[in-house]
């Protein structure tokens, strides 16, 4: 928004961000089954929980940090501030995608340390 805070509903959008810089809608199908947002609620002024689709059982947390927002996440049991995802999955035999693992990137929050984890999931 213009002051610089979040809008008090759904401030997180999922796209797709392609080799060629351009931005792209996930499809209706990505969004419900692997790469959308689960959930997300307010917690504060310009702060909110959401939870990811494939991720459901770990909250991020999305703070204004520094200036700007930043998501945080629990990174190898490390708070940290998420530099990056991948969520890696195949088509089902319903051709749904299916998540088989996540990967995070970041940085712990107290000492600036990369972190990494890979998270195998059970979809």
């Known amino acids: ?3 610089s805070n979040l809008p008090d509903l759904s401030p997180v959008i999922v796209y797709w961000v392609l080799e ?6 996930l499809t209706p199908i ?13 917690i504060d002024k310009n702060k909110f929980r959401i939870f990811l689709v494939a991720l459901k059982d770990r909250e ?11 998501a945080v ?3 190898n049991g490390k708070k940290s501030i998420l530099e990056k995802g991948y969520v890696k999955s ?3 035999w319903t051709g749904f995608p299916q998540v088989s ?13 990369p972190v990494e ?4 999931t059970n979809q």
């Open 101 to 113: 693992h996540i990967d995070l990137f970041g940085r712990i929050r107290e000492t600036g340390l």
């Open 90 to 92: 195949k088509a089902s």
């Open 117 to 120: 984890e890979r998270i195998i």
């Open 30 to 42: 990505q969004q419900k089954y692997a790469y959308g947002i689960y959930s997300q609620e307010k």
């Open 60 to 70: 991020i947390i999305i703070e204004k940090i520094g200036g700007s927002y930043r």
């Open 73 to 75: 996440i629990s990174v």
């Open 1 to 3: 928004m213009e002051n």
């Open 20 to 25: 060629n810089g351009q931005q792209e809608e």
